[in-house]
């Protein structure tokens, strides 16, 4: 069974995540958004048929929009399906608007999409503002990890004396 929605109690489905996000960016603020779907859409997303590596959301004009979300073609659709990784419109209020826009262009942030889910029956987007790393960044963390593993090492030795 689903779990629950914490703070609404509805059943939160998930659908897919964007695993490759937390890797390449530093995530700081998150937000639940919805989104603007065909009816094929939903069918295929209801069949977990959704790719969200290497898409983003921009804004253009007052909107924010996702960019380069895969979602599998639904077969039986036939000619009304939808095209694969059509733009798609996210649903904000207009004061989430200008704050996100802000942070997105003062201060550098790019708007990823970090995981797709069902919160009862509506498709919800959670976007999240991250800040690229560097491949130094990755560097450290692994020397991070090397000293962390020593150092269990020379504990674990400690104790079995």
């Given at each position: 069974?689903?779990?629950?929605?914490?703070?609404?109690k509805?059943?939160?489905?998930?659908i897919?995540?964007?695993?490759?996000?937390?890797?390449?960016?530093?995530?700081?603020?998150?937000?639940?958004?919805?989104?603007?779907?065909?009816g094929?859409e939903?069918?295929?997303?209801?069949?977990?048929?959704?790719?969200?590596e290497?898409s983003?959301?921009?804004?253009?004009?007052?909107?924010?929009?996702?960019?380069?979300?895969?979602?599998?073609?639904?077969?039986q659709?036939?000619?009304?399906?939808?095209?694969?990784?059509r733009?798609?419109?996210?649903?904000l209020?207009?004061?989430?608007?200008?704050?996100?826009?802000?942070?997105?262009?003062?201060?550098?942030?790019?708007?990823?999409?970090?995981?797709?889910?069902?919160?009862?029956?509506?498709?919800k987007?959670?976007?999240a503002?991250?800040?690229?790393?560097?491949?130094?960044?990755?560097?450290?963390?692994?020397?991070?990890?090397?000293?962390?593993?020593?150092?269990?090492?020379a504990?674990?030795?400690?104790?079995?004396?």
């Amino acid at each position: 069974m689903a779990p629950k929605d914490p703070k609404s109690k509805t059943l939160v489905k998930p659908i897919a995540r964007n695993a490759k996000a937390t890797v390449r960016y530093e995530l700081e603020e998150h937000l639940e958004v919805g989104i603007v779907l065909t009816g094929s859409e939903v069918k295929s997303l209801r069949m977990g048929r959704c790719d969200l590596e290497g898409s983003f959301a921009l804004f253009e004009g007052n909107e924010l929009f996702l960019k380069n979300a895969f979602i599998a073609p639904y077969e039986q659709a036939g000619t009304f399906g939808h095209e694969p990784k059509r733009t798609r419109k996210l649903l904000l209020h207009a004061a989430q608007i200008e704050k996100w826009r802000g942070r997105a262009t003062i201060r550098g942030l790019t708007i990823v999409p970090v995981r797709v889910y069902f919160k009862g029956s509506h498709v919800k987007v959670e976007v999240a503002l991250g800040k690229g790393k560097k491949t130094s960044d990755d560097r450290e963390k692994i020397k991070r990890e090397v000293e962390m593993k020593e150092a269990r090492a020379a504990v674990d030795a400690v104790r079995r004396r």
